[in-house]
T-cell receptor, first 111, second 118 residues
Framework: QKEVEQNSGPLSVPEGAIASLNCTYSDRVSQSFFWYRQYSGKSPELIMSIYSNGDKEDGRFTAQLNKASQYVSLLIRDSQPSDSATYLC???????????FGQGTRLTINP | DAGVIQSPRHEVTEMGQEVTLRCKPISGHDYLFWYRQTMMRGLELLIY????????DSGMPEDRFSAKMPNASFSTLKIQPSEPRDSAVYFC????????????????FGPGTRLLVL
């Protein structure tokens, strides 16, 4: 089992709809969870961080964390073509500073 | 504020040559990370430093790879000798760490160095 798993996609969503991205992780003691967005040819940039169970909202983005199920998700409301990118889920492992990244989900928003 | 700075942005070299990648972290960040990204393997952590000291180098693929951090504002990743399978994008990232930061543990990435070994 991979430490951090994501559906690689591609995930195709019509403009204006909700895009839902999912991630599961293997380490029960993980405390910090991150979603990064990476445009083609660019570096990963932070979208959301979440540390506690429940939902965290920031503009059109909502991160959801369920530590019991070892599951973290990202919802993008009112999807825009500019949201088309690869989304990387990252989890700290074993309480350490290092992050383990999933393979990423490629998201395409269709106008 | 300046972000993480990496150089060169692109490097093309021939097999067997030495390659040195450079990174300047964000000022005040205590942690520095080196990653490699390929289509097949995704984003892999190679090594990370805390206060200039290497903490975990378990991701360094083999002895051909070495990394140093002589001071808080500079790090290098060296490949000697380089091989075609080393072709990838190499990212440097820095982090303020997890204590007392509102975005604890967040890593900020540099623009990357795209390496091609022929």
């Amino acid at each position: 089992q991979k430490e951090v798993e994501q559906n690689s996609g591609p995930l195709s969503v019509p403009e204006g709809a909700i895009a839902s991205l999912n991630c599961t992780y293997s380490d029960r003691v993980s405390q910090s969870f991150f979603w990064y967005r990476q445009y083609s040819g660019k570096s990963p940039e932070l979208i959301m961080s979440i540390y506690s169970n429940g939902d965290k909202e920031d503009g059109r983005f909502t991160a959801q964390l369920n530590k019991a199920s070892q599951y973290v998700s990202l919802l993008i409301r009112d999807s825009q073509p500019s949201d088309s990118a690869t989304y990387l889920c990252a989890v700290n492992m074993g309480g350490a500073q290092k992050l383990v990244f999933g393979q990423g989900t490629r998201l395409t928003i269709n106008p | 504020d300046a972000g993480v700075i990496q150089s060169p942005r692109h490097e093309v070299t021939e097999m067997g040559q030495e390659v040195t990648l450079r990174c300047k972290p964000i000022s005040g960040h205590d942690y520095l990370f080196w990653y490699r990204q390929t289509m097949m393997r995704g984003l892999e952590l190679l090594i990370y430093f805390n206060n200039n000291v290497p903490i975990d180098d378990s991701g360094m693929p083999e002895d051909r790879f070495s990394a140093k951090m002589p001071n808080a504002s500079f790090s290098t990743l060296k490949i000697q000798p380089s091989e075609p399978r080393d072709s990838a994008v190499y990212f440097c990232a820095s982090s303020p760490g997890t204590s007392g930061s509102p975005r604890r543990g967040t890593q900020y990435f540099g623009p990357g160095t795209r390496l091609l070994v022929l």
